[in-house]
């Protein structure tokens, strides 16, 4: 087992015995493959996402954790938030899952993340370039550059 190995068997069993409320993972996912984990995610309570079930699928490459996992919302496009920082393809807008990312953060710490936007949102709506990002980027997010400018993003595509 190589040292990214080791990495991603300790994060899965401290995100097993010490989940962030309303997250568990997929044991089923993880199974066969160490570098693929199905996550759910339930809407905090008091939130506009309250009692909402997700999925968000994690992808682990050979460098992780030096580089970040690739992260995205899966299921059909009525299981995938309505956010203004989650694209309806399930690809999410986060600068921690790019250029803020580091080996210091942890399956667990994007969890709380995604959690924490999902709970600050105000207003259930797609990202206003939701249709054309969708019809022209890549099946992968990671192949999206994102320009992060505060609360607002931009983004050059590389597909």
Not at 84 to 93: A, E, R, T
Not at 120 to 126: G, I, L, N, P, T
């Amino acid at each position: 087992m190589d040292a990214s190995q080791r990495r991603l068997a300790k994060e899965l069993a401290q995100l097993a015995t010490e989940p962030p409320v309303g997250v568990k993972v997929d044991d089923q996912s993880t199974a066969s493959n160490l570098r693929v984990w199905n996550v759910q995610m339930e809407g905090a309570p008091g939130t506009l996402y309250d009692g909402e079930k997700f999925t968000l699928q994690f992808r682990f490459d050979d460098q992780y954790p030096f580089s970040s996992p690739e992260v995205v919302f899966v299921g059909d496009e009525k299981s995938i938030p309505v956010h203004p920082h989650i694209y309806s393809n399930g690809h999410i807008c986060l600068s921690i899952l790019t250029d803020d990312w580091t080996p210091a953060l942890s399956v667990q710490s994007v969890c709380l993340s995604i959690l924490s936007m999902l709970s600050s949102c105000k207003e259930k709506k797609r990202p206003p370039d939701n249709n054309f990002y969708v019809r022209t980027c890549s099946n992968s997010s990671k192949s999206t550059r994102w320009w992060f400018h505060g609360l607002a993003a931009s983004r050059v595509l590389l597909c």
